[in-house]
């Protein structure tokens, strides 16, 4: 989706502009791609402690 063609209800101006704080939250959202590092790199932790949980068993058995 693009915002080239919305109209912000706030301020009447084209979303795009971005000329209110409502403007640059909805351009923002439309335009985020992807995760930021932080979520990725909890996203690992995560995926490194649940490996580790799994192991745990078969390392001290």
């Known amino acids: 989706m693009s915002c080239e063609h919305l109209i912000c209800a706030r301020c009447a101006h084209p979303v ?3 000329n209110c704080p409502s403007c640059r939250a909805a351009r923002a959202r439309l335009h985020h791609h992807g995760p930021t590092p932080q979520q990725l790199m909890v996203f690992m932790l995560l995926l490194l402690l ?3 949980s799994l192991a745990l ?3 001290t058995g």
Do not use: M, R, S, V
């Open 16 to 18: 795009e502009e971005g």
């Open 57 to 59: 068993p078969h390392l």
């Open 50 to 52: 649940l490996a580790f």
